[in-house]
């Protein structure tokens, strides 16, 4: 019992840790524009976690525009209604919109509006001059996306050209496909075009709002695994480096902090809603559920054995060498597992416990057997760290090149 305390204290250690690491980030603020029937809850649902458009808190904070939040997903979404009403309503709306990106702008970065997606239903072929009108005046304020939705055959195609030939100061106009169309028994079109969506949205947003657009989005999860590989590099570069001081046998369980903090930021560069018997689970496969330090003690006893050349403790001391590669190994199974779990979170699938706990276990064991030396687990998770080093350069594409 005492042990299964102990593991628990860990998990608990995780969600908490996690719970503080989303609460630092700082959120995007995106506003969503389109006449009703145009998708945009379709889309929301589709691009951001949790079916933010059915779950979301919706509170008005005006006549015709909701400000939809959730608890844990560090995103607020504005959505509008009544473009579609008469002159007058429109004029209103229009006017709420403004009101409501001037009060924004007044305020710190926090609570500005970051990105606009303006919605328009491909099958209707053309765009009104009322909302030319509105995205030109979007455009003069806020970073705008249109987004064509419901895009289906070469009419789609053709409207998307036509307004990139408008020169309109806009970041860009994306083809989508939210979910797959069902035409027959025989015959659908699969989802498309979300993921550049997702893609052009980050060459927008503000580099501070970028950590809170990937825990939100669930479109891109290999964006979320080369994220947290990213971070881990760095963090196990931190706290293992040449300088380590070899730990005792004794005190092993010194580790289980450093690996706490690990695997609680690459939960929440995920944003998986996990609940404490999931966590467990995959505790248990590294620690073992007769063992409090899955990063400590159980590791050293039981799991040393599978790096090649370490062989025994000499002098009872974990070289941090060692402590690199078993910290290493933890990092890379984890963000594969949690990898799988996303993807099946996203098409509404949650894997069984024990399949988890296994899992886990053969991931852990298969990156420690790879584990020769830190440098070749590190070489893995920094292979994509180079895309973030590259100069950052603003795309307007009404500039001619």
């Not at 509105?134 to 939705?149: G, M």
């Not at 995920?270 to 496969?285: E, Q, W, Y």
Request: aromatic share 6%; net charge positive; charged share 25%.
């Amino acid at each position: 019992m005492k042990n299964i305390e102990k593991n628990f204290t860990i998990v608990e250690d995780i969600i908490n840790k996690t719970e503080t690491e989303i609460k630092k980030m700082k959120p995007v603020n995106i506003l969503l524009v389109g006449k009703t029937g145009v998708g945009k809850s379709t889309l929301i649902n589709q691009v951001f976690r949790e079916n933010l458009a059915k779950t979301g808190i919706g509170r008005p904070i005006t006549k015709h525009l909701r400000r939809i939040s959730k608890e844990g997903i560090p995103i607020v979404l504005y959505d509008t209604r009544g473009l579609e009403l008469n002159l007058e309503v429109q004029k209103e709306v229009q006017k709420e919109i403004f009101s409501t990106i001037s009060e924004g702008k007044q305020k710190n970065n926090e609570e500005k509006i970051h990105l606009v997606y303006y919605c328009i239903n491909a099958n209707s072929s053309r765009i009104e001059p009322l909302e030319l009108e509105l995205i030109k005046k979007l455009s003069e304020e806020v970073p705008v996306l249109v987004v064509l939705t419901q895009s289906i055959g070469e009419p789609a195609k053709e409207l998307k050209t036509y307004i990139e030939n408008l020169n309109l100061k806009i970041y860009g106009v994306i083809n989508v496909m939210a979910k797959e169309f069902s035409i027959s028994e025989e015959l659908s079109i699969p989802a498309f075009g979300l993921k550049e969506l997702i893609g052009r949205s980050f060459e927008i947003i503000p580099e501070e709002q970028k950590k809170a657009f990937n825990n939100a989005q669930q479109v891109d999860i290999d964006r979320k695994a080369k994220s947290a590989r990213s971070w881990a590099t760095k963090y196990i570069a931190t706290s293992f480096g040449i300088g380590f001081v070899p730990i005792p046998f004794s005190d092993a369980s010194v580790l289980v902090p450093m690996q706490v903090t690990l695997l609680a930021h690459i939960t929440a560069i995920f944003g998986i809603s996990m609940d404490k018997a999931t966590i467990a689970s995959l505790v248990a496969a590294i620690g073992g559920t007769g063992g409090a330090t899955y990063a400590g003690k159980y590791i050293v006893s039981n799991v040393i054995k599978l790096i090649p050349g370490v062989g025994t403790i000499v002098g009872g001391l974990i070289s941090g060498t060692t402590a690199s590669i078993m910290t290493t190994a933890l990092a890379l199974s984890y963000i594969e597992v949690m990898t799988i779990i996303a993807k099946g979170e996203k098409e509404g699938k949650y894997p069984d416990l024990k399949n988890i706990e296994k899992l886990m276990r053969d991931k852990f064991e298969e990156r420690l057997k790879k584990g020769k030396s830190v440098s070749s687990n590190n070489k893995e998770l920094s292979e994509n760290n180079l895309e973030q080093q590259k100069t950052k350069k603003k795309w307007w594409p009404w500039k001619k090149k």
